[in-house]
């Protein structure tokens, strides 16, 4: 039997995708995984406001997503982001004051707030320095999405980064905020494992009852904790990041081949 001329259209079989819950989406640079997350973003803002009229946005801080949120800022093809309908959320928040540079709203501030038109009552930055700040900020979310009708009264997107420890947020490996109580969607977090200051965040329940939660993971420091995740996963207790498990959501990893221990399609 001759040999098979190949199929001109034949597609070259995708490399396996590491192993990790949810779906998983690889690109080779952390540009064009900027441009994956960004259309993906753009899309469910658009489909959350035409569905709802507004849509919520929860953006965690570190070093990973301020590209991200820079090019939310000045690529053209996300002009008509519905920054007019939307509110911003945190994920999680260092107890420090409002100058502070380790404060994660003075980074997404700096660059969405001051260049998006994004109204002033409409952006929601923890109020860490309050005794009862956590409670305060779960009012909040209770009353600005509990007029949606039941089963969508909950953040429409959650942007979530990954320590080398595996923590997100600040849920840090065996801290007492992944115990949180039934019904606590906000919690105060410190002890051994959480890095200082103390801190605010987000509890499983508030990111498990998301419509949409993506990770970004990018970077070579992040391979040997992904490895970890798929070689040998931990008990969520020690690896935070397995407890994000949304309930009625999507749950989209997106990496760079640098972060992945099998590069990916690239
Ligand atoms: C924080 C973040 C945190 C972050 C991870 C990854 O307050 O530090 O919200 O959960 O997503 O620590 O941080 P990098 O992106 O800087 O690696």
């Known amino acids: 039997m001759p040999d098979r001329a190949p ?33 993906d973003l753009l899309f469910q803002a658009r489909s ?24 939310l800022m000045y690529d053209p093809r996300l002009r008509d982001f519905p920054w007019k309908k939307t509110h911003l959320w945190q994920v999680d928040e260092r107890c420090v004051p409002d100058d502070d540079e380790r404060r994660n709203w003075k980074m997404i501030g700096d660059i969405l707030l001051d260049h998006s038109d994004i109204p ?13 700040g956590d409670l305060r900020y779960e009012g ?10 039941r089963g969508h009264d909950r953040l429409d997107y959650v942007l979530l980064g990954m320590g080398p420890d595996l923590h997100t947020a600040s849920l840090f490996p065996d801290s007492p905020a992944l115990a949180a109580p039934a019904g606590r969607l906000v919690v105060f977090n410190e002890g051994p494992t959480v890095v200082p200051p103390r801190r605010m965040t987000l509890t499983y329940e508030m990111l498990n009852a998301a419509r949409f939660v993506s990770v970004m993971v990018t970077g070579p420091a992040k391979r040997d904790a992904l490895g970890r995740l798929i070689a040998d996963p931990p008990a969520p207790e020690h690896a935070p990041i397995l407890g994000v498990q949304p309930l009625g959501g999507t749950l989209r990893w997106y990496l760079d081949d640098d972060a992945c221990p099998t590069p990916g399609p690239g």
């Open 120 to 132: 002033r009552d409409q952006a929601h930055p923890m109020p860490v320095l309050e005794s009862d």
């Open 7 to 39: 199929d001109p259209y034949e597609l070259a079989p995708e490399p396996p995708k590491p192993a990790l819950p949810g779906e998983v989406l690889v690109r080779a640079t952390p540009d064009e995984l900027i441009d994956a997350i960004a259309a």
């Open 140 to 149: 909040d979310l209770r009353a600005n999405l509990e007029w949606r009708e």
């Open 48 to 71: 959350c406001v035409r569905a709802f009229g507004d849509f919520h946005l929860a953006l965690s801080g570190g070093s990973t997503p301020e590209p991200l949120y820079a090019r």
